[in-house]
């Protein structure tokens, strides 16, 4: 019998999520908060990974009841394909975890038809002079976004990559290439560390400027955006074989590793003055760590042990130090997440995308296949 403590963190992962699944069902949960998810509208960037999970948990266990919520979740998002104002380049999140999953997992014609639409609806969000894709929509009447580009995108890409392998079609593919060309170009710095949202001209193309976005200012180093970055990249270097995306990845981890405190949980921004509160943020730790999991396995430098090292000691600390193992009224997997400091929501709580990765890492840890971004 194995004892690796990712098998025991696994179990109690599965058995929480089990029970968690009684009360939420074919839900989309976002922030936990007192103990119980806030469920979210089904066009929330979110609402993807509580499908993922019950994805995840189908894979390893073969159970039936984590398909059949995770299925009804996946056709609870035909509600919002067509709505036009509320989806934004976070249809990548939504249906890579629920149509690609499925499709990788049961070869359904159906969930393939849904996630090459998806495809079709992100790589239209392109913006031609500036090679990017456009972030969001209008938050409120008047509010003109059409120049944003966010670091954030890169984990949406995975999308097309994978829309072109199935489709024989390169068009998706290229919009990604170019996305990733305009990151390389104008995101990310020479320390390693990346900005939040550029602005582009969206008619001549044009960088106009550098915003802080979610991370303390423009400067700064927003913790889960370099995750975003480090995750992202190593599946543009998967998705493409370019060496500048693997050097991307290589570069963003280091930085990433370099700046985790003793405990190895990511404050919310690495960057920050003195006088500023520094929430942790379980969640960058989370993805960051699944990240470095995957580059460690296609890296051919000596990085690929320290990258495996650094995310197995981080998944590590998230389990001992963040987990609820000991707490059946929180549903949440690992505490202190944080949302969006900036503008004080979900600040110190369990976030389902920490939770999402902290599973996928453990998954990685086991030796699971597939992972659907790949
Ligand atoms: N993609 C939104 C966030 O990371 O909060």
């Known amino acids: 019998m ?10 109690q992962a599965h058995a929480k999520l089990s029970r968690s699944l009684e009360r939420i069902g074919a839900g989309y949960p976002h922030a936990s908060v007192n103990g119980k998810y806030l469920l979210e509208e089904p066009h929330w960037w979110t609402a993807g990974f509580w499908p993922g999970m019950l994805w995840l948990l189908y894979e390893a266990s073969g159970d039936e009841k ?4 995770a299925e009804q979740c996946e056709a609870g998002l ?7 104002y509320k989806l934004d380049h976070d249809i990548g999140f939504m249906w890579t975890l629920t149509s690609v999953a499925r499709y990788k997992l049961l070869q359904a014609e159906d969930a393939k038809r849904r996630a090459l639409l998806a495809a ?15 972030a969001w929509n209008p938050w409120h009447a008047g509010e003109d976004n059409t120049g944003y580009a966010i670091i954030d995108s890169l984990m949406n890409l995975p999308l097309l990559f994978w829309a072109s392998r199935e489709s024989g079609d390169p068009r998706y593919r290229h919009v990604a290439e170019a996305h990733l060309d305009t990151a390389l170009a104008h995101f990310l710095r020479s320390d390693g560390s990346v900005y939040h949202i550029v602005r ?3 008619v001549s193309g044009a960088c106009a400027e550098k915003l802080g976005g979610q991370g303390y ?8 955006g370099t995750a975003w970055a480090i995750y992202g990249f190593a599946l543009a270097y998967h998705h493409t074989g370019r060496r500048d995306f693997l050097d991307a990845a290589e570069r963003t981890a280091n930085f990433f590793i370099a700046h985790l405190p003793a405990d190895k949980i990511p404050p919310w921004d690495f960057r920050l003055p003195e006088h500023v509160a520094r929430p ?3 969640s960058a730790g989370a993805c960051a760590a699944s990240g470095m999991l995957m580059l460690a396995d296609m890296t051919v430098q000596s990085g690929a042990e320290r990258y495996r090292a650094a995310a197995t000691e981080i998944l590590k600390s998230l389990y001992e130090r963040c987990g609820t193992w000991d707490d059946p009224a929180e549903e949440g997997l690992i505490l202190h997440g944080t949302g969006n400091f900036p503008e004080g929501q979900n600040i110190d709580v369990p976030l389902i995308y920490g939770d999402y990765f902290f599973l996928e890492g453990l998954g990685r840890l086991k030796q699971l296949q597939p992972i659907f971004w790949e």
């Not at 984590?66 to 919520?69: A, L, P, Y």
């Open 2 to 11: 194995t004892t690796e403590w990712w098998n025991e963190a696994w179990r």
């Open 66 to 69: 984590f398909r059949e919520t």
């Open 78 to 84: 035909d509600r919002v394909i067509s709505e036009y």
């Open 120 to 134: 079709n609806l992100l790589a239209a969000r392109f913006n031609l002079r500036g090679r990017y894709i456009r």
């Open 200 to 202: 582009f001209d969206p």
């Open 217 to 224: 200012a423009p400067e700064s180093a927003w913790s889960r």
């Open 280 to 282: 942790k943020d379980s």
